[in-house]
């Protein structure tokens, strides 16, 4: 018996997550910019305008973490805020469905467009800018891209969860933007003043940026634990939020 409820609860989660990715993909205004972005953008600066295979490798790391940031924090910032503004949500936490299904879908359909954002840029990485990496320079990446996009999910948890369906997707943009900006995605932040390098440690997306640069041997050369502890931190800060904020809403 209990291992035919095991089944179920997986079928559900399964079936919910199908479902939801389902849904995403059938919404062009939301999976098309999110991968052509990252993508354009790295074609432009780091092929069209490749200076060099260090510059081309290091832009490929940034822009693969700024088109990691974009679907899980605009997918669980609009797609939760709409189905709290309708009703959905409501439906969701009274209905015999477990509620962290709901989350698991979003959560799993964010990472696989993610994913596909990460696969198309290594391609073109490798193919029309050369860039050249070991296996497990690949592989660790990928991992570390995937992986570290959880705390950005949270903070477009806990967007969905204060905003309107209509103020979410602006809300998100003002904050998505700049922090890309700050954290050095988009101009090496050793380029930066000073004041945006120590601000820049007040930002998840620099500690996460840092992880990922770490993997090819082109970040600050600072230690490792530093930026996962402080990545470990923000995601459990993130997820204390986005429990308070949800039993609010339940009472």
């Not at 098309?32 to 354009?40: D, S």
């Not at 432009?44 to 679907?71: D, W």
Request: net charge positive.
């Amino acid at each position: 018996m209990a291992h035919a409820n095991s089944m179920q609860i997986h079928k559900v989660y399964l079936k919910e997550s199908l479902y939801d990715l389902l849904s995403l993909w059938r919404t062009p205004a939301f999976f098309l910019p999110a991968i052509l972005f990252p993508v354009v953008f790295y074609i432009f600066f780091g092929v069209v305008f490749n200076f060099s295979a260090a510059q081309s490798e290091y832009m490929l790391v940034s822009y693969a973490c700024f088109g990691m940031m974009g679907p899980a924090m605009f997918n669980f910032a609009t797609a939760v805020a709409s189905d709290r503004a309708h009703g959905w949500l409501t439906l969701k936490r009274i209905s015999p469905m477990p509620f962290s299904a709901y989350l698991v879908a979003k959560l799993f359909s964010s990472t696989v467009f993610a994913a596909m954002i990460a696969i198309i840029l290594f391609v073109v990485a490798a193919t029309l800018a050369d860039v050249e990496l070991w296996r497990w320079q690949w592989i660790i990446l990928f991992a570390v891209l995937i992986v570290g996009s959880l705390p950005f999910a949270l903070i477009g948890l806990i967007l969905g969860l204060y905003l309107s369906d209509k103020a979410a997707p602006a809300i998100v943009n003002l904050i998505y933007l700049p922090m890309a900006f700050l954290s050095g995605l988009w101009i090496p932040i050793q380029f930066l003043p000073d004041l945006v390098g120590k601000l820049a440690y007040a930002l998840p997306a620099f500690h996460y940026a840092q992880l990922s640069h770490k993997v090819i041997g082109t970040d600050l050369q600072q230690p490792v634990w530093l930026h996962l502890l402080l990545l470990i931190g923000f995601t459990a800060l993130f997820i204390a939020i986005a429990r308070y904020r949800f039993h609010r809403l339940s009472k």
